[in-house]
Structure formats: structure tokens, C-alpha cells
């Protein structure tokens, strides 16, 4: 009977953890209070598990942490996958506000790979989203999407809203960041709507909260402080302290674009102390931003006060503590124009130049990005067009003509992306050849062109073949031959296939353009070279893990502990350590299931060792898989060579790692290969 008291509490506070979480987090508290009472492990981990999440929701950190610890402890005692994968998501989610994306995401690959085996559907699209949401705040938003648009589509297969809202909201989000805000805005009111009729609250405020910013951007300010003000309400009932701290510095914005100061230093206030309290560095120091502005107009602009230059100098703090580029830029163009005015000119020029540099910076990411945006546009319009063609296949026949109609549109769009990649490829070559590392490039221009020309005209042909077909059917249509008009159907469908397979093969075509042109500042720091090697095999190992659950491999690390800490690029070196792994684990993936029908014993096998030398440090990864005859050996460096079968590879992660260990690291890099029995990569850099 207690038991079943203490079960149906958890059901209730599991159910509402999202909708109402202070509700959840009280709900939890009596279950953990009975089930420690009466000694029931499996009531009392359910509660902790919940009570940890509710704190995440409020913004307590360290306070869910310690629940979310006990509660893993208990649910590993009692065998269960699910109740695991739980915590590893919140764990996950825990170390994304900590800014810790590496764990974060070690966290909700772990969650997925539980909840995959253990079909636990609803988890599954959960951990998808979250792992979106943490490749977004990487930078990474072709990878955010496909997470997103994942998520999305088993949300709606099991009709689950939590999913389906949340991936709708931060798809909408990737609209907004691309500057598309009329389909930002179409995707926040979908979410919008799950969320109000579903009594989801906290989320509903967040929708809110994002509309009321782009009409804020429209210059649609009355509406925007209605929108705002809806969604401060709604933060304060639940006790969303993130979300009223936002929806304060966003009031503050308009009440300052509207020139009512006052209440705009009222609400930045508030904000500013919320933030503080839950530990949100970088919204510190854009509340310190306007601040300074605020008080400028307050005073009429006459110079700057030493209140404003103390907000200048605690959001400068803030900025390097948490090193955001974007912020830091702007504080140092605050500083310029405050020392400019009180005829500190010397001090003025120092910020002038800080600016112009961290706006260099900036812009240069800007220029690899413009393609990558269109990469992701053109994501978007593939999953709709998917979408549209399942639609069709469940309505009636009299439709056809016109839903056909619009799959034309849908190819010669896709036909005009390519076409802008192609052009976008062509500029962004003209600015790669700038730097050292893609000097060679500027010769494979020609080869690089020739290999998007190819599916291009590929598209073009078989959208040409579609627009006769399209014709013909219409002519069947007209005389009532529905069978012929079906029939003319299904082969434009298969034409569409080839369309669609040969867009990605120029997809990956400048995706691979894209790895080898970016660049990354070099910056040398104390690097744990054993840890460094064996966090990238991890991840690399996971990665591949994650897409073939299948895979198994046997991992050995021989480290030289002696070794320490060496200055270097770690960013750099962990490219190169990537590009190498994920060559081995699909060398030995592939010989698996090549040996797997014959019945042959094989251990898949990957080993990284590293040795502390006189003046240097001596790296080899070595695996067991079917090797590289000898006469290709001497090209595996070179650009766009690659033994990868055709559509699976471009060929550029080991001309690039060549690159980095040459020219940036200052090393050497050879390989080694028995065909049939393995490759052997021998790294080694100096120590100075």
C-alpha cells in the first residue's frame, strides 16, 4: 500500500515536471520523505530523479547535481537503463550551463545509446533534442538541426508534445539566427500552440518571450512589450528565474529604444540581480552594456560618468573571464568612445584597436559561416519536401496534378541551391587563398568545381527529364487515365531519389571545402597530451557507436606518464587526433563486416601510445584493420584523396591533419601499413 502511495507521487511529479515544475519539485519531496521511510530504493531513485530535474529548472545547479548523483547510485543498484538515461540527459544539461559542451555531450550520448537499446521512445527523442540544443551552443548549427529535425519526427511518430514543441521552438531559433524571421516566427507560434494546449507554462513563456524579440527587431515595439510582459507573468508564477531575468533585460531594451530611461535601468537592474544570483556570466555583462548606455542618455550625454565606467569595467571583467568574443568587441568600442569624450585619447587608441581586432576575428567567422548557412537552409527544405512527399502518398489521386506541380517548385529551388553554393564555394575561394594553410588550394579550384558540376547537372537533367513527365501527366489527368497518371507519377518520384542523392554528394563536396578552410587561432596553452588523445578516442569511438550500435572495438592506450604538460594548440592537435581516429574505427568497422559472414574471430582494435623523448614527443595510432596497399600509401596527404568508397568520403581530414602537424605544430607525421593487417600513424612534436 505505501508502495503504491509512494509510485503514484512519482507518476504525478514526473508528469508535471514539465508543465509545472514547482508542482513536480513539491510532489517529489513527499515521495523521497515516504520512500526513505519506509526503505523503497526504486520509489526513493524515482524522486531524487525528479527533484534533480526540477532543480534544473530553477536554476539550481549545484543543488540538482547532488540529487541527480544519489539517485544514479540507485538506480545502477537496481539494474535500471532507463532511470539511468534519465540522469545522464540531466547531467548533460547540467554541464551545457556550465559551459562544459565536451561533457555535455559525452552526457547525452550516453542517454541515447540506453534508451536505444532499451526502446525507450519517448528518451530517445529527448536526448536528440538536447543534443541539438548543445551542438547549437557549439557553433554547430548543420549538426543542431539534424538533431532538431530527428527529434521532431519521432515526437510526432509516437505522439509525444514535449519533443515535438521543443525541437519546433529551437528550429525556429536556427530561422532566427539565419535572419529568416517570418519562418521563425511561424515555427515559434506552432510551438506556441502544443504548449498553451497542453497547460506547459514554462515553455510557453519561453515562445513568448522569443516572438516579443522579433517584433522588438521589427520595431513592432508596443507589441513586443505585450508579448514580454505575458511572459515576465508567466516566469514569475513558475519560477523561471532564467526567463524572467530575459524577459527583464529584453523590457529594458525596448524601454530604452523608446527613450523611457528610467524604467529601462528599473528592469536592467532587476535582471542584473537575478543573473548574478544564478550564476549567468555573460548575461551580467550585457546588462553592464546597456547599463553605461542608459546612463549616458540619463545624463544627455555630456561624458561619461565613473558610474558608467564602472559598468564598462565589470562587463570587461565578465568578458575575458568567460572569453566571448562577441561581447568583448562591443566593450571595447564602449571604452573607446567613454575615453574619446573625457580626452583620454591615449587610452581611447588601446580599445580602438582591441575593437578592430576582435571585429576581424569575427568577421573572418562570418565569411565560413555565410556557407555553412546555406547548407542549413537547404537542409530545411529537403526535410519539407520530404514531408511533402509522404503527404502525397495519402491523399487521393485527383490531387496529383497539383501536388506534382509543387515538387517541380520544390527541384528547381533545390536546382537554384545549388547553383548559389557553387557561386558562394567560387567567392569563398578567393578569401582561403589568404592564408598559408590554403595556398595549395587555389590549384584544385578547377577540380573542386568540376566535382559540384557533376551532380548539378544531374539535378539539372532529371528536373528537365520531371518537367516533361509532369507535361504528359497532365495530358492523362485531362483525359481522366488515372492509372497512366499514377504510373507517370512514380517515376517522377524515382527521379526525385536521384536528385536528392546527388544534392548530398555536393553537400558533402563542400562540407569537406569547409573542414579543410577553417581555421582556428592557434593559441598555444599547457596541453595534457595523454588526456587530449584519449578524450578524442572516446569521442570518436562514441560518435561512430551512436549511428551503428552494432560496433564493438577493443580500445588500448600505452601512455608515457612522464610526459606532462607540453605548450600547444590543443585545439589543433585534437582535430588531427579526430581525423585519425575516425579513419581507424571505420578501417576496423569495415573489416568487421567483411570477416562477420565468414565467421572468422576478429577484436576490432585501435591503440594510441605516446613516449617522452629527448626534445620531443613520439605519438602512434595504430589499428588492426585492413590495411593500405603500398601503392596508394604515398597519397593518403594529399587534398581530396580518399579509399572511402564513392559519396562516403572527400578526402580531406589527413591532407589537413599533414598540414597541422607541418606547418602549425612544427612535427612530423608518417604512416605506416601492412595491407591486410593495419595501419600505423608515427606523430612526433617538439617539445619547444
Not at 120 to 148: D, I
Not at 187 to 198: D, F, G, P, V
Not at 242 to 260: D, I, M, R, S, T
Not at 346 to 358: Q, S
Amino acid at each position: 500500500m505505501n508502495h503504491r502511495k509512494i509510485d503514484q507521487l512519482n507518476k504525478e511529479a514526473w508528469e508535471s515536471r514539465v508543465s509545472d515544475s514547482n508542482k513536480a519539485l513539491q510532489l517529489s519531496r513527499e515521495a523521497i520523505d515516504l520512500a526513505q521511510k519506509y526503505d523503497y530504493q526504486k520509489g526513493l531513485a524515482n524522486g531524487l530523479r525528479t527533484l534533480g530535474f526540477s532543480y534544473i529548472r530553477l536554476s539550481k545547479h549545484e543543488q540538482a547535481g547532488i540529487y541527480l548523483e544519489q539517485a544514479l547510485e540507485l538506480f545502477e543498484l537496481l539494474n535500471d537503463e532507463c532511470g539511468k538515461s534519465d540522469v545522464y540527459e540531466y547531467m548533460g544539461i547540467i554541464q551545457r550551463s556550465h559551459g562544459d559542451y565536451k561533457r555535455s555531450l559525452e552526457f547525452l550520448y550516453e542517454a541515447l545509446k540506453l534508451r536505444r537499446e532499451n526502446n525507450y521512445r519517448e528518451g530517445e527523442s529527448l536526448s536528440l533534442y538536447h543534443l541539438g540544443v548543445t551542438y547549437k551552443y557549439l557553433g554547430n548549427l548543420e549538426q543542431a538541426l539534424e538533431c532538431f529535425l530527428q527529434s521532431l519526427a519521432m515526437a510526432r511518430e509516437i505522439n509525444y508534445w514535449v519533443a515535438e514543441s521543443y525541437s519546433l521552438n529551437n528550429i525556429g531559433s536556427i530561422y532566427f539566427e539565419l535572419g529568416d524571421d517570418d519562418n521563425a516566427l511561424k515555427y515559434y507560434h506552432e510551438s506556441l500552440t502544443i504548449r498553451k494546449n497542453t497547460g506547459d507554462k514554462w515553455g510557453e513563456a519561453g515562445c513568448l518571450d522569443n516572438i516579443g524579440y522579433i517584433e522588438f527587431k521589427k520595431g513592432n515595439f508596443t507589441s513586443a512589450l505585450s508579448y514580454y510582459e505575458n511572459s515576465l507573468e508567466i516566469t514569475k508564477k513558475v519560477g523561471d528565474k532564467k526567463g524572467e531575468a530575459n524577459c527583464l533585460f529584453h523590457l529594458a531594451e525596448v524601454y530604452y529604444q523608446n527613450g523611457n530611461d528610467n524604467e529601462a535601468q528599473s528592469c536592467a537592474q532587476q535582471s542584473l540581480a537575478i543573473r548574478e544570483g544564478i550564476g549567468d556570466k555573460k548575461g551580467e555583462a550585457e546588462i553592464y552594456l546597456l547599463l553605461a548606455d542608459i546612463r549616458i542618455e540619463m545624463t544627455g550625454n555630456n561624458g561619461y560618468s565613473q558610474e558608467q565606467l564602472k559598468y564598462l569595467n565589470e562587463a570587461l571583467r565578465i568578458g575575458e573571464e568567460t572569453k566571448a568574443i562577441d561581447l568583448l568587441y562591443k566593450i571595447h568600442k564602449g571604452f573607446y568612445n567613454a575615453y574619446k569624450q573625457i580626452g583620454e585619447f591615449k587610452e581611447a587608441l588601446v580599445h580602438l584597436e582591441l575593437f578592430n581586432d576582435l571585429e576581424k576575428e569575427i568577421h573572418s567567422g562570418r565569411i565560413n559561416q555565410k556557407i555553412v548557412n546555406l547548407e542549413i537552409t537547404h537542409k530545411i527544405e529537403q526535410a519539407q519536401k520530404e514531408a511533402e512527399i509522404y503527404r502525397l502518398r495519402n491523399i487521393e489521386l485527383a490531387t496529383l496534378y497539383e501536388e506534382s506541380n509543387q515538387q517541380k517548385r520544390e527541384i528547381e529551388n533545390q536546382k537554384i541551391s545549388l547553383e548559389k553554393t557553387l557561386d558562394e564555394l567560387k567567392s569563398a575561394q578567393a578569401q582561403l587563398i589568404q592564408s598559408e594553410k590554403m595556398a595549395s588550394l587555389g590549384e584544385l579550384t578547377a577540380g573542386i568545381a568540376h566535382e559540384i558540376q557533376n551532380p548539378l547537372n544531374f539535378v539539372t537533367n532529371f528536373s528537365e527529364i520531371n518537367s516533361e513527365l509532369i507535361a504528359e501527366m497532365q495530358v492523362e489527368v485531362d483525359k481522366g487515365d488515372m492509372t497512366v497518371a499514377s504510373s507517370i507519377a512514380k517515376m517522377i518520384c524515382e527521379n526525385e531519389l536521384k536528385i536528392n542523392l546527388h544534392s548530398k554528394r555536393a553537400d558533402a563536396i563542400v562540407k569537406s571545402m569547409l573542414q579543410h578552410s577553417r581555421s582556428s587561432s592557434g593559441q598555444k596553452q599547457p596541453t595534457n597530451i595523454n588526456a587530449l588523445a584519449e578524450e578524442f578516442l572516446r569521442l570518436s569511438y562514441h560518435g561512430l557507436r551512436a549511428r551503428n550500435q552494432s560496433f564493438n572495438a577493443a580500445m588500448h592506450t600505452k601512455f608515457d606518464d612522464g610526459i606532462g604538460e607540453i605548450n600547444i594548440a590543443s585545439q589543433d592537435l585534437g582535430r588531427v587526433f579526430l581525423n585519425i581516429f575516425n579513419n581507424a574505427f571505420y578501417s576496423v568497422y569495415e573489416k568487421m563486416k567483411t570477416l562477420l559472414a565468414s565467421q572468422v574471430q576478429y577484436e576490432p582494435t585501435v591503440t594510441v601510445s605516446t613516449k617522452k623523448m629527448k626534445d620531443s614527443v613520439a605519438i602512434n595510432i595504430s589499428d588492426n584493420g585492413d590495411g593500405i596497399s603500398n601503392k596508394i600509401l604515398e597519397k593518403i596527404f594529399q587534398p581530396f584523396f580518399t579509399t572511402k568508397p564513392a559519396g562516403q568520403g572527400t578526402g580531406l581530414g589527413l591532407s589537413l591533419s599533414y598540414d597541422i602537424i607541418t606547418k602549425q605544430l612544427g612535427g612530423t607525421i608518417n604512416v605506416m601499413s601492412e595491407e591486410g593487417k593495419g595501419v600505423e600513424f608515427m606523430i612526433v612534436l617538439p617539445l619547444e
